[in-house]
């Protein structure tokens, strides 16, 4: 469709589709009647096999009317895919109107051939009800095709068809008007025949297209097109299937995709957002839902295995994972949390259930170590206000800038949880240290810590590079 004007008006998309249809009613009756009566006053066959096809061509604009007001009615409760069927089922109506006539024709035509004259009187007035007829045909045609293109309308299309198919019959019978013109009546018989057999060729591409779309048969290249959308969206594993069911102008898609089981819930969910938009940019018609299904990936690590596993059995995330690799096999250690009041019983059996569904999961494991802590996420905590806070802060940070490998201790954090404290200190050391030395020195510095200060539930340094 080419560019047009913008006039600051929005197009009612079921107004527009109702108006050319309800015109394409006006359009068949007038033509329909006209051949209708130079067809009579004639005797004309070809002209009457026009006027029936063009009679049903009424038909079929009235049954497209009614089919798209209908189809443009949004999804209720009986109808959760909405009412586009109602477009296929007008146009497979139309095509058995459409065969049955075609049938009578022929019939007429070949008995006028073979066993009875008649007679047939070519005048001006028939001609001139062809022209007019092949004038509006056109017009028609073009409008219903600009309209149904415009918003996937297959019973508009079906119009268009019949129109078209209309413009071609018309210039066969307007050739036998000339024939009979000259004295070769029979010539008329001849052009309904003709004209029926293009009517069923017609019928015969409208109806399998029809019965295809009440099957839900996939427009030719769709799926690929959908599968080639879904595996480009980044963070797509793998497209595991895909229904597609067309229902008049839409097409409603159900997929399956697999994301990393290690992918947050909030990033899967993206995902299926950056799908249904791609999809959505190339297919506007297109009403998908997607389903997104944890697989797992071939770079997924040991400890991402592991965090799934314990995530699995309902508790948070481990913390201090170690997996060092040696000889083929692996050496695993960790600290998990459980609840508060669990016992220890308990937290051993479920331990147990951890360690048997990793060594299940990886075999090659030699040592397999995991501490069991109790989390108090529940108790009231207290950010130091008594004295004993402010001088345990004062002896923490006292002992960390006596160390002869930090440059400075920048803050000190307590946090009362119960009885005991969450220690986090922040230090620069040298910047051209190693990572491995940092590590070393912090790891000592906590030791010491915990050595000096039993009254610390955890502590965390976070080391800074010297300006």
Not at 97 to 115: A, D, F, M
Not at 231 to 248: A, D, F, K, N, W
Request: aromatic share 6%; glycine share 6%; proline share 3%.
């Amino acid at each position: 469709m080419g560019p047009h004007r913008d006039t600051g008006l929005a197009i009612d998309p079921d107004n527009e589709k109702q108006r050319i249809a309800r015109n394409s009613v006006f359009a068949a009756i007038f033509i329909t009647s006209l051949k209708l009566v130079v067809g009579l006053e004639t005797n004309s066959l070809g002209l009457l096999s026009e006027a029936a096809h063009s009679g049903l061509d009424f038909l079929a604009a009235l049954m497209t009317y009614f089919a798209v007001r209908l189809s443009d009615r949004p999804p209720d409760r009986e109808h959760t895919y909405g009412h586009g069927k109602v477009e296929n089922l007008s146009a497979f109506a139309e095509t058995l109107l459409l065969i049955i006539t075609c049938g009578w024709i022929i019939y007429e035509g070949t008995q006028r051939l073979l066993y009875r004259e008649s007679h047939v009187e070519s005048s001006i007035w028939s001609f001139v009800v062809i022209v007019i007829a092949i004038g509006v045909d056109i017009s028609r045609s073009r409008a219903l095709k600009r309209v149904a293109k415009k918003y996937n309308s297959q019973a508009l299309e079906a119009d268009a068809l019949h129109f078209s198919s209309d413009v071609w019959s018309s210039l066969v019978v307007f050739s036998g008007l000339v024939f009979v013109a000259i004295g070769y009546v029979w010539v008329d018989a001849v052009a309904a025949i003709l004209v029926a057999l293009l009517v069923l060729f017609v019928s015969y591409r409208l109806g399998r297209r029809t019965i295809d779309a009440l099957m839900d048969r996939v427009p030719e290249g769709l799926y690929e097109q959908v599968l080639d959308t879904l595996r480009q969206v980044e963070g797509v594993e793998e497209v595991r299937s895909i229904r597609l069911r067309p229902s008049g102008a839409k097409v409603f898609v159900d997929t399956t995709i697999a994301v990393r089981r290690t992918t947050p819930f909030q990033e899967a969910h993206a995902i299926m957002d950056n799908i249904e938009r791609a999809v959505h940019a190339r297919h506007k018609e297109i009403d998908i839902v997607v389903h997104a299904e944890p697989a797992e990936s071939n770079d997924e690590t040991i400890a991402d295995k592991i965090r799934l596993i314990v995530g699995r059995n309902g508790l948070n995330p481990p913390h201090n994972l170690e997996v060092h690799y040696i000889d083929g096999q692996y050496h695993i250690a960790f600290d998990v949390e459980y609840g508060e009041g669990k016992s220890f019983v308990e937290a051993h059996a479920l331990t147990d259930q951890i360690e048997q569904e990793i060594r299940r999961e990886l075999p090659s494991i030699a040592h397999l170590t995991v501490h069991m802590e109790e989390d108090q996420p529940g108790q009231k905590t207290i950010i130091g206000h008594r004295d004993d806070d402010k001088l345990l802060q004062q002896s923490v940070k006292a002992l960390v800038d006596a160390d002869e490998n930090v440059v400075a201790c920048t803050s000190v954090r307590l946090l009362r949880v119960g009885e005991r404290f969450n220690l986090a200190v922040n230090c620069t050391i040298e910047r051209d240290r190693t990572l491995e030395e940092v590590h070393r020195i912090v790891s000592r510095l906590e030791t010491r810590l915990y050595d000096q200060f039993p009254q610390l539930r955890r502590v965390v340094i976070h080391a800074e590079p010297t300006g």
